[in-house]
């Protein structure tokens, strides 16, 4: 991570003159973020993930070119159903965004599509104001002192104590809840079991879906969701997903620390693509500061 945070850095110098970078069309890959990049002089994507703590490599993409890569130890990923044990590689070439570089400590991680090679996790996004054009397919830097973000605010919004996580609440028929706010999760909404009991939704005959999270799968259930507040805005009939019966899901616990004292929010689920879709998403994710606003036409 430290010799990533270095590289984007320059990355961030070289613009900071401008203080906003151009719009930059991305992709869409099953409702994840891609921006190309090349791995080992391979034309490949990279996810952005607010979601990930690590940036990570994609074992089916080193698997698929059969790169070798030095192996320094091992690392645990916690995953939304377990936690695995994974690789890390060390000096791997990568150029994106203009530069070239080796990224030091990626853990391998089953990313799916092997066209995907890396993972961006909160590192990147720390180091900028990130606006995501969603409707329109863009996204653009804005240095901290060119936008101070706290001024325009217009939903909860802030990093979880103890875990740095982005957590943001939404509103879910009438109830608030602290979720993690997770550009790499595809669904709408997922949520704890017992907190979808207090909806009365366990006493439905609802769809069942095997759900794959980063390092295995588990059986869901799906429902509707009436009304979902999101910031300034109302949605309705939200995707909700939450794990069948006999199924667990990680999400952001609450922290405590008995030597600090300092504790954070109950999180209760996850927000994700199918809310985020229809919005302009400016983040702060260094202090904790978002804006929600309806895009303009092009």
């Avoid at 180091?127 to 002192?145: A, G, M, S, V």
């Avoid at 999180?267 to 929600?292: E, N, P, R």
Wanted: proline content about 3%; overall charge neutral.
């Amino acid at each position: 991570m430290k010799h990533t945070l270095i590289l984007l850095c320059v990355f961030f110098h070289a613009f900071s003159f401008a203080a906003v970078t151009p719009w930059l069309d991305f992709t869409y890959k099953n409702g994840l973020i891609t921006i190309p990049v090349k791995v080992s002089d391979i034309d490949s994507y990279a996810v952005l993930d607010t979601g990930a703590g690590v940036n990570a490599i994609n074992e089916n993409f080193v698997t698929e070119h059969k790169l070798k890569y030095n192996h320094s130890g091992n690392i645990h990923i916690q995953g939304a159903f377990d936690t695995k044990r994974n690789k890390v590689y060390q000096k791997v070439p990568v150029s994106f965004f203009g530069i070239d570089t080796n990224l030091e400590g990626l853990p391998a991680l089953d990313l799916g599509d092997p066209s995907d090679s890396l993972l961006f996790g909160r590192g990147f996004f720390k180091l900028f104001n990130t606006q995501i054009d969603y409707p329109n397919r863009r996204i653009r830097l804005l240095t901290h002192d060119h936008l101070d973000l706290k001024k325009y605010e217009n939903i909860d919004f802030k990093i979880q104590k103890g875990y740095g996580q982005p957590i943001v609440k939404v509103e879910i028929e009438g109830d608030s809840a602290w979720m993690l706010l997770d550009t790499g999760f595809t669904g709408g909404i997922m949520i704890e079991r017992r907190y979808a009991d207090k909806f009365g939704w366990l006493d439905t005959d609802n769809q069942k879906v095997e759900f794959s999270g980063v390092n295995t799968s588990s059986e869901t259930e799906n429902v509707r969701a009436k009304e979902v507040k999101f910031g300034p805005f109302t949605l309705s009939n939200v995707r909700v997903t939450f794990p069948a019966k006999g199924n667990n899901v990680n999400l952001v616990s609450q922290y405590s620390s008995t030597d600090s004292h300092v504790k954070g929010v109950k999180v209760k689920g996850i927000v994700g693509y199918d809310v985020f879709k229809h919005f302009v998403m400016t983040m702060d994710m260094k202090d904790g500061h978002l804006h929600i606003s309806a895009p303009k036409s092009e």
